[in-house]
């Protein structure tokens, strides 16, 4: 699951289930009620509609303002070079737009004076100055300062880090050792109470983590969960990747120390996360529960984490969009976890739309592509609308940055085998990018460490340096995101915000993007006036992404009844609009982008916004309904752990299960024939639901999609998601469904 180029992705799972002929059942009055447990969820057919009232219109062209200038200069101070033909001797005072300068004193140049000015916005002037005929160039009186380059012995190799200018960055912070960054990944190869096996370039960073991985048989270290995240390896007899520490090195190594190579971030402390095992994998379950954890949600049988995270790295993926188990979780750190954490996940290495990549996909994340030594996407990375920023992540097979040696990523790695030891390797992969931007995220939050995702997201989009086509390898630079990370400038933002001149306003939209997901219809956006004076605005028009999969016609995009398109905000003032998708005008299924673009003063700004069309559409179904558990029992495989019939299609269920490890099913019988065939809508939760006895286990959503295919007299359900492990056996489904539910028996506990 881990997203560098020696990623090895799980596939497992079934690609095709047949069931036979359900009848109708009862609940089983054998059951002991006293242990057992309680799923409950939704059954999902397809996309929300909801009637607008407004529609907004579509636009063939976006034009963006400029962005604001945000370099630190001294107040009053203004550099000035005449044309050739003018006499600047006798230039002693000037006057812009009613400001008045006065010259301080000829410059070592010819024709260059320093002037002061009593009054007004240097920066304003200056531009005023620069169109006049006989002034070559104006600008402020710049502050410059000593940038900070670590003494580290490789740091030489390591290209990526002036890549995104984070020597700049480094002499406004080098970071703060209590900004925790969690490595969710394949663990760390550190161990606190044997130097021997601890990597030292990550002495002193590291604090007490814990391994997620459930399952032995995959994890490497011959047990289940427990508190040693300790990196096994993922390759038992040959060389492993060390994939996590790899990642940790990025984000975070000892820095300045005269060893190895400098970290982005010279003092965050480390918190490791282990959910990648053998061959890179891992299940969507363990990395969402240690990424929950790693924020500071409580997980059962789980002690509590007492150094909540900062920022989250996920360098890790899969196939598929992202789930809604996913999404509620990052959704749920976005919003609740003590710290406000900021997860950063890798955009993938198939060289496709990131939309079809999970957890690229999901909202509530920056997304991160990665770039190669001269700042072009690199040829692996994916791309697309869902892109946030891109960063370094390195190309093994080009050597123009380091000649003679491969322009990976260098960070920290081991040597297997007689005679290795610790040491560094060079690695390529959004895996490598993503912990670049992490790593920026970190230095934010030692500045501040309130920022929040929408926070640190504006910051970095803000300043990033947008790609060209040609540089993304794209038909449009936008599909690589709002461009290449600027790290110095970022934390600019953050730390001082964007300069507003002088009796100007700033319109900011909350959040920005707004992610409809694939069932909201429609979500409020604030809006609010965080400059100096009273502002004008008004909604355009939307501009839909070039990498969309079908058209968004006017109708598509549209603003709930009350919301306005227009007003005036007063300075702090704030006001909100419902802005929603209208599915039904979407024909062609799959992930969506376009700008809302407001019209502030004359300049434009915007918003963006992301939406999901489900394949299925929304059909309405009437037919009997049912939703199934099972749980394995040893050699007996799956048996019959709940179930609930409807005699009509119903959203919701919630049902009474033994406890432990349950794979549910739901049916629409949409012909009422009570066999599963096409017309029918079959559906599987696609991971075990581990749920306790006496406890419950709510927003287990199944999405029901209609049967595509028949086998022999039953139904087939083609392409089965891959959170099951292999051991669910299509013969072990099939011969419970059978025994449990048609002889209308159930076991006991």
Same mark, same amino acid.
């Given at each position: ?93 000037? %006057? ?30 200056? %531009? ?7 002034? %070559? ?5 710049? &502050? ?7 003494? /580290? ?11 995104? /200018? ?114 890179g994998s891992g299940t969507t379950l363990d990395v969402v529960e240690g990424a929950l954890w790693a924020a500071g949600y409580p997980i059962d049988g789980v002690p509590s984490n007492l150094n909540p995270a900062h920022v989250i790295n996920l360098s890790l993926g899969g196939p598929g969009p992202c789930t809604p188990f996913e999404q509620d979780a990052y959704d749920w750190i976005t919003r609740h976890s003590p710290r406000s954490a900021v997860v950063v996940v890798a955009a993938g290495n198939e060289n496709q739309n990131a939309a079809g990549v999970t957890p690229a996909s999901c909202r509530s994340v920056i997304t991160v592509g ?103 390898? %794209? ?145 309405? &179904? ?128």
């Amino acid at each position: 699951m881990r997203l560098s180029r020696t990623a090895s992705w799980s596939t497992v799972g079934l690609a095709l289930l047949c069931v036979a002929a359900l009848s109708a059942c009862e609940a089983d009055p054998g059951l002991d009620h006293g242990r057992l447990a309680t799923i409950a969820g939704r059954l999902i057919v397809g996309s929300d509609t909801i009637a607008f009232s407004r529609p907004i219109p579509a636009a063939q062209d976006l034009s963006s303002g400029a962005l604001p200038e945000v370099r630190p200069y001294v107040p009053g101070e203004l550099i000035v070079a005449f044309s050739d033909h003018t006499r600047s001797a006798a230039m002693t005072r000037l %006057r812009v737009g009613g400001v008045e300068l006065t010259a301080v004193r000829e410059l070592a140049l010819p024709n260059t004076h320093l002037f002061a000015l009593a009054a007004g916005d240097a920066v304003e002037v200056a %531009r005023a100055l620069s169109a006049r005929p006989d002034v %070559r160039y104006a600008h402020p009186n710049y &502050l410059l300062e000593a940038f900070r380059i670590p003494n /580290d012995e490789h740091y030489a190799l390591q290209w990526s880090l002036p890549a995104i /200018d984070l020597p700049a960055a480094w002499s406004r912070t080098v970071g703060d050792a209590r900004t925790v960054v969690a490595v969710v990944d394949s663990g760390i190869l550190y161990d606190s109470a044997d130097a021997s096996r601890s990597h030292p370039d990550l002495a002193g960073r590291v604090l007490s983590g814990y391994d997620f991985i459930s399952d032995w048989r995959v994890a490497g270290d011959g047990d289940g969960r427990d508190p040693d995240p300790y990196d096994e390896g993922d390759v038992p007899d040959g060389q492993s990747t060390y994939h996590g520490s790899h990642v940790a090195g990025i984000i975070a190594a000892a820095t300045d120390n005269a060893l190895g190579v400098a970290g982005v971030d010279w003092r965050a402390s480390i918190l490791p996360v282990r959910v990648l095992g053998l061959a890179g994998s891992g299940t969507t379950l363990d990395v969402v529960e240690g990424a929950l954890w790693a924020a500071g949600y409580p997980i059962d049988g789980v002690p509590s984490n007492l150094n909540p995270a900062h920022v989250i790295n996920l360098s890790l993926g899969g196939p598929g969009p992202c789930t809604p188990f996913e999404q509620d979780a990052y959704d749920w750190i976005t919003r609740h976890s003590p710290r406000s954490a900021v997860v950063v996940v890798a955009a993938g290495n198939e060289n496709q739309n990131a939309a079809g990549v999970t957890p690229a996909s999901c909202r509530s994340v920056i997304t991160v592509g990665a770039t190669e030594a001269r700042d072009r996407r690199a040829p692996y990375s994916n791309y697309g609308s869902r892109i946030d920023v891109m960063a370094p992540g390195g190309d093994l097979l080009s050597s123009f940055a380091n000649p003679g040696r491969p322009d990976g990523v260098l960070s920290l790695s081991k040597v297997d085998g007689p005679g290795g030891g610790f040491g560094y390797v060079f690695q390529e992969g959004t895996s490598m990018a993503a912990p670049h931007v992490a790593g920026v995220v970190a230095l934010m939050k030692a500045l501040d460490p309130a920022v929040d995702l929408n926070t640190a997201r504006a910051a970095l989009t803000g300043s990033a340096r947008s790609l060209s086509a040609t540089e993304c390898g %794209r038909p449009s630079g936008a599909e690589c995101g709002a461009g290449l990370i600027d790290a110095p400038a970022a934390l600019t933002l953050v730390a001082d915000g964007p300069t507003v001149p002088p009796g100007a306003g700033l319109l900011t939209l909350e959040p920005n993007p707004l992610d409809l997901g694939t069932r909201d219809g429609e979500r409020s956006v604030v809006l609010r006036n965080d400059g100096n004076a009273s502002m004008d605005w008004s909604i355009l028009y939307f501009v839909a992404a070039n990498d969309n999969p079908g058209p968004m016609p006017t109708g598509s995009v549209y603003l709930s009844e009350g919301s306005a398109d227009s007003g005036v905000l007063a300075p702090g003032a704030s006001s909100s609009i419902l802005v929603g998708v209208d599915r039904s005008y979407l024909s062609v299924p799959g992930w969506y982008r376009f700008d809302i673009v407001f019209e502030v003063d004359g300049r434009e700004v915007n918003l963006a916004v992301r939406s999901t069309l489900l394949p299925s559409g929304e059909p309405e &179904l009437s037919g009997p309904t049912y939703v199934l558990a099972f749980i394995e029992e040893g050699r007996d495989g799956f048996v019959l752990s709940g179930f609930q019939e409807r005699p009509s299609f119903q959203s919701t269920y919630s049902m009474a299960v033994l406890p432990g490890r349950n794979v549910v099913i739901a049916w629409v019988d949409e012909n009422r024939n009570d066999v599963i065939d096409d017309g029918d809508f079959l559906g599987v939760y696609p991971y075990y639901v581990d749920v306790p006895a006496h406890g419950r286990a709510g927003d287990v959503d199944v999405v029901v999609q209609r049967v595509l295919a028949i086998a022999g007299s039953g139904g087939a359900l083609r392409g089965l998601p891959d959170g099951l492990p292999r051991g669910v056996a299509v013969s072990a489904l099939r011969e419970a469904l059978e025994r449990s539910v048609l002889n209308e028996t159930a076991p006991t506990p």
